[in-house]
């Protein structure tokens, strides 16, 4: 480990400035090699921040906009079947918050009666409220249904998972999140 | 002969647990004292962070890349923050009858330049790098705190960059570039003066 002296002179301040700026450069330079030479698709990140834009201009709750970036994080960090499972499960959560507000807001918009009390399930009334508002069709609800329940078996009602499952679960989520925050959006 | 409790000068109060003299600990101050206590234990001389000195990883790469053979010097893959203290911390903050809140703010102001590598890492693990950058936001901290800061986030980027998302390199790039221009505008000044004189 290199020993930086704790000193109060600025040069040597800007020394350590400037090393922690090559580390930060030599991180996005291994990342954006990993993306090229594992073939990560780009177009993910880019609707991942339109998602989040989308959603910050819906007004969605801060706590979803701050789990994407948790889950990013766990992403990067995870290593074993039972983080990667983990990371499954934080993104199944993720998809019923955003399929939850999205539903919220719509009723909003279109003056209809959301449902109320102790629901028996968090993901089923709010993506069916979806369908009454007329943001999602039947076909489209039985699809986010599938995806639902895709998510829960791999990442939930198992001992672990592999990292395929996290980049699946990451990437349909992203586009399904989008479709209906866009759909939403068009409701305004 | 029964000594009776309290006297004219004294009433023992009724509080459970009195003792007279001190004033009964509130939560936060229980907090504080545990934290302080944590830290102050911590000694760069006798704890490490790692397993693995960068030294020891370094000399592990050369052993490999030059082909000398014998035992491994360090097992490459292991990132696991080791310390003491960091893990006490973490536990602290999970053991709960405080607020996320209420801890971060008492970690974040016991930070020293000699207690930093503890501050810095058990922040960052707790995902709070945010906590971290606003320390080093504050107007008043001392200028060896501020470097003791910015060498364990080095050293955090360096050894466990998983841990970073892209928009967390680019808020640390940001300050970091903000710093930087302060500093060379400093020097400058120095110069300017020195030149002047």
Redesign the interface.
């Known amino acids: 480990?290199?020993i930086?002296p704790?000193?109060?002179v600025?040069?040597?301040?800007?020394e350590?400035?400037?090393?922690?700026?090559k580390?930060?450069q030599s991180?996005?330079y291994?990342?954006l090699k990993g993306q090229l030479l594992q073939g990560v698709n780009p177009e993910i990140n880019t609707d991942r921040e339109v998602l989040i834009s989308r959603m910050h201009q819906l007004g969605f709750r801060g706590e979803i906009l701050g789990a994407l970036?948790?889950v990013?994080?766990k992403v990067?960090?995870a290593s074993t079947p039972l983080d990667f499972k983990g990371c499954v499960g934080d993104l199944r959560t993720l998809f019923e918050e955003i399929v939850e507000d999205a539903a919220k807001r719509a009723a909003k918009l279109t003056n209809t009666t959301p449902p109320s009390g102790p629901l028996k399930s968090d993901f089923k009334p709010w993506k069916d409220l979806l369908v009454r508002t007329k943001v999602l069709t039947e076909e489209e609800a039985d699809l986010f249904q599938k995806l639902y329940n895709y998510l829960s078996n791999v990442g939930t009602h198992r001992l672990g998972s592999g990292q395929e499952h996290v980049r699946i679960a990451k990437n349909t989520v992203i586009e399904f999140g989008l479709l209906l925050v866009g759909r939403v959006q068009s409701l305004v | 002969m029964v000594m009776p409790v309290g006297c004219d000068f004294y009433v023992r109060p009724k509080e459970k647990n009195f003792i007279p003299g001190i004033k009964p600990m509130t939560k936060p101050d229980d907090l504080r004292r545990k934290v302080h206590l944590i830290l102050g234990e911590y000694n760069p001389a006798l704890h490490k962070i790692y397993r693995h000195?960068?030294?020891e990883i370094l000399a592990e790469h050369l052993r490999i890349a030059k082909n000398l053979g014998g035992p491994p010097l360090a097992d490459l893959s292991d990132t696991a923050v080791v310390n003491e203290q960091v893990l006490l911390l973490k536990t602290l903050r999970g053991q709960g009858g405080h607020s996320e809140k209420d801890f971060i703010k008492v970690l974040s102001n016991a930070v020293t330049?000699h207690n930093a590598p503890v501050v810095v890492h058990a922040l960052v693990e707790l995902?709070r790098l945010d906590a971290v950058l606003a320390i080093l936001g504050r107007e008043k901290l001392g200028?060896?705190v501020?470097?003791?800061i910015?060498?364990r986030?080095?050293?955090k980027?360096?050894r466990e960059?998983?841990?970073?998302?892209?928009?967390?390199?680019e808020e640390?790039?940001k300050i970091?570039?903000m710093?930087?221009q302060l500093?060379?505008l400093?020097?400058k000044a120095?110069r300017d003066a020195a030149t002047t004189l």
């Open positions: 480990m290199t930086i704790l000193v109060d600025p040069s040597q301040m800007l350590l400035l400037r090393t922690v700026g580390t930060i991180i996005r291994e990342r970036t948790e990013d994080r990067l960090a | 000195t960068e030294s330049d995902g200028p060896d501020a470097a003791s910015w060498q986030l080095g050293e980027l360096r960059p998983h841990r970073f998302t892209d928009a967390d390199l640390i790039d970091r570039g710093e930087e500093l060379r400093a020097l120095r």
